[in-house]
């Protein structure tokens, strides 16, 4: 035993479970397992080394661990730091010692959602392709689109680098010469989403990540961050099998 070791069902109630009681009734019920092992009670885990699930899903007790959503804008370098002076993640995370990641990039012109978290192994994992993370872009495009770009989009398109298809698209709205449209894609090629438009005959004007996976980029504004919420974590961490 180590003097960091707590009672579990007191970890599950910081972490926001439920109370302790609640807490003991899932470890009662098998509900809840501590590094692969279905747990008992009476059980005293480390809170920041134990691998914890319950029901099959994630839960982080690792106060040390950093996940954050970020609304990029539009004109940020989606790195730490940039040679040119240009402004970059790091502007927004000076309140976070720790070194961290952000998941996937967004160009430079493009704004929307970025996740940025110091779990190393999660971030390869969110950005590796054979985990098919998906990921909502809403983009305003040149001209009317046609209602059967979707279906088309579906079957696939051939780019320079490859073929690639979209796993949704909608139109949302349409003005004088543009519409706004929105895509769903599991690829994470360079500029893929800008490309694949393009080729179809509609250039983005406008590029807003709004989803990676399950978690919405909602109504956070431009330029802040927040924490993501155990929910939001705990489908993060089951959809590359952590």
């Keep these: 035993m180590t003097e ?4 579990l069902q007191k970890v599950l109630a910081s972490a926001g479970v439920g109370s302790r009681r609640a807490s003991e009734e899932l470890i009662a019920e098998g509900r809840v397992t501590v590094d692969g092992k279905v747990a008992i009670l009476g059980s005293r885990v480390d809170p920041s080394t134990a691998v914890i699930h319950v029901d099959g ?5 690792d106060v040390r661990t950093v996940h954050l959503a970020l609304n990029k804008p539009r004109g940020v370098v989606s790195s730490m730091s940039d ?16 070194r961290i990641f952000h998941v996937g990039r967004l160009d430079t012109d493009s704004e ?12 390869h994992r969110l950005m ?17 689109v046609s209602p059967f770009l ?11 680098d490859g073929p690639v298809s979209v796993d949704d698209f909608r139109i949302i709205d349409e003005f004088e010469s543009r519409s706004l449209v929105e ?19 509609h250039p983005v004007y406008r590029l807003v990540r709004t989803k990676i996976g399950t978690v919405a980029l909602g109504n956070l504004k431009p330029g802040t961050v927040r924490n993501l919420n155990q929910g939001e974590l705990g489908a993060l961490y089951k959809a590359v099998g952590l």
Excluded: F, M, W
């Design 4 to 7: 960091n070791e707590q009672r």
């Design 57 to 61: 899903e994630r839960l982080i007790t």
């Design 83 to 98: 040679e040119q002076g240009r402004p970059s993640l790091a502007n927004y995370v000076t309140a976070v010692p720790e």
């Design 112 to 123: 929307g959602l970025l996740l940025l978290t110091n779990d190393g192994d999660l971030a």
């Design 128 to 144: 590796h392709p054979s985990y098919e993370i998906a990921k909502t872009y809403r983009c305003e495009v040149r001209g009317p």
């Design 150 to 160: 979707g279906k088309k989009l579906a079957k696939g398109v051939t780019l320079d």
């Design 183 to 201: 895509i769903v894609v599991h690829e994470g090629r360079k500029h893929i989403v800008r490309r694949l438009l393009d080729h179809v005959g």
